[in-house]
């Protein structure tokens, strides 16, 4: 008998995700702290997000006050709860928890906060997925040592971690330690850098070097946190996250293949560091001929070993591809500002983002026979200004087939490849601030929020077609595409 394609897991865990920086607002309630997340302008029309010298309500109006999640989170979960939500993915401001991040006791109002979300969301038997650093850390971390690239990040990311665990042992399961730690690889550009490490490249400094110390930091006091974690509670499930962006040759040509491979260890060497506590050869021996003087200890290998995480979180939305060039250096180093091309059999997003559908059943695979543990999709999705209708509806029918799609090539990479995925969190379930643009108007959610990027607007939450037809989705465990 042939097996149904596409039989999900009972249990699956279909949700959504959301990050605290981009719908909660309250941003200076509850005695919550800056955030590097509240001193960035933001951009548009391919003009970068700038970082600030602290907040400057005229120049960065739209995000600080978010979606207003923090006064609106009730009527938002009974809205995922009528979708059938099982999970819900969202991070934790630390700036609600340590307002300046080096302080020796928690902020109660801050951890009070979560309660309440957290109960809210168990009230409708939704599961929340934690990310702990969602591209926000608190800004005084970042005025004071110079955030990521200051060994005493450990030590405070430690705490605050440790903190959460010990308040939440009981309500949150699913944990994730930093968001797309990855996307600094793309260190050239000022904003994955900041957001990923809050760190600002001086004049002179080589920015790779930079970024290989400051992640090796991360990646520390990510392996200690799994750890700790684990003594806390041994039935937490602590992932990894990265942005999983297939990098396609451009063509056959030999050079161009070994140019993909060199790009992927680029981007991916933090799975084989989280996932198989240890470093590449490639990177040690390429930061070696490079001449890098990181601050890398016998103590921190150790560290890497014990602290592996338990699972693959991952976001997806697009591939990439990259040729090599005439010229190209023996190493085949990746640069991701000038090496990659456009695919020609992708159509692209009005950001340019390339959609490719099959690309997410590829990089299951090659995750699942790289490193052998569970995944989880816990972001996907597309990115679009909605329009209301006469009859003042939003018909997201691109919406619809961008998931459906994606969907698909999800169910087939379980049924058909056997890879093991825990869940499904479509990104920005409910419409809400920009990451890239630090703006409203790209919008992802089955729920659509009243507000522009100016900042205007009542507030009001209202459904989208996706919204029907994602409840259905979920019902019917994905058979009802
Ligand atoms: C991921 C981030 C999210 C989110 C998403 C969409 O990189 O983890 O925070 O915002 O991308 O990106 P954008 O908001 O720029 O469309």
Not at 199 to 220: D, L, R, T
Not at 255 to 281: H, N, T
């Amino acid at each position: 008998m042939v097996e149904k394609v596409n039989a999900l897991p009972k249990g699956f865990l279909w949700g959504g995700a959301v990050a605290a920086h981009q719908l909660e607002g309250g941003w200076d309630q509850g005695g919550k702290g800056v955030s590097i997340a509240d001193v960035m302008t933001a951009g548009a029309n391919g003009i970068e997000r700038r970082i600030t010298d602290g907040v400057k309500a005229d120049e960065y109006y739209p995000n600080h006050e978010g979606i207003d999640f923090y006064h609106h989170y009730k009527e938002d979960i009974k809205l995922f709860a009528e979708m059938d939500f099982k999970a819900f993915r969202t991070s934790i401001a630390w700036t609600r928890i340590f307002p300046n991040g080096d302080e020796a006791e928690p902020n109660e109002a801050g951890l009070e906060f979560y309660d309440r979300v957290f109960d809210e969301c168990h009230k409708y038997g939704i599961e929340p997925v934690i990310t702990l650093s969602h591209f926000e850390m608190p800004y005084h971390l970042v005025k004071a040592y110079g955030g990521w690239r200051d060994r005493r990040m450990i030590d405070f990311f430690v705490k605050f971690a440790t903190t959460v665990f010990k308040r939440y042992k009981n309500k949150v399961k699913y944990w994730m330690t930093f968001n797309e730690i990855n996307n600094q690889t793309d260190y050239q550009r000022e904003f994955a850098i900041f957001t990923n490490s809050g760190i600002q490249v001086k004049p002179g400094e080589n920015a790779e070097e930079v970024m290989y110390q400051a992640s090796h930091y991360e990646v520390v006091a990510s392996a200690l946190a799994v750890q700790i974690g684990h003594q806390i509670n041994p039935d937490f499930q602590i992932g990894a996250m990265v942005a999983m962006v297939p990098i396609y040759p451009a063509t056959s040509k030999p050079q161009d293949i070994m140019k993909a491979e060199r790009a992927m260890q680029a981007r991916y060497w933090y799975l084989d560091v989280q996932v198989k506590g240890q470093y590449p050869s490639w990177l040690t021996a390429y930061q070696r001929r490079a001449g890098y003087d990181l601050d890398i200890t016998l103590a921190d290998l150790d560290v890497l070993q014990v602290g592996k995480v338990d699972y693959i979180g991952f976001s997806y939305y697009m591939s990439f591809t990259v040729a090599s060039k005439d010229n190209e250096p023996v190493d085949y180093h990746y640069n991701e500002a000038a090496d990659l091309v456009a695919n020609q059999f992708l159509q692209q997003s009005e950001w340019g983002w390339q959609i490719d559908p099959e690309g997410l059943r590829y990089v299951m695979n090659w995750l699942n026979d790289r490193y052998q543990v569970p995944q989880f999709i816990v972001e996907n999705g597309y990115g679009a200004v909605d329009k209301i209708e006469a009859d003042g509806k939003i018909h997201d029918d691109y919406r619809i087939d961008y998931l459906r799609q994606h969907i698909e090539q999800m169910e087939l990479a379980v049924a058909i490849d056997g890879v093991d995925l825990m869940g499904y969190t479509p990104w920005g379930c409910i419409d809400l601030i920009s990451a890239g643009t630090g703006q409203m108007s790209k919008r992802y959610g089955f729920i659509y929020v009243d507000k522009d990027d100016q900042g205007q607007g009542s507030l009001q939450r209202s459904k989208k077609d996706s919204f029907k037809w994602y409840k259905k989705v979920i019902s019917s465990n994905g058979e009802d595409l």
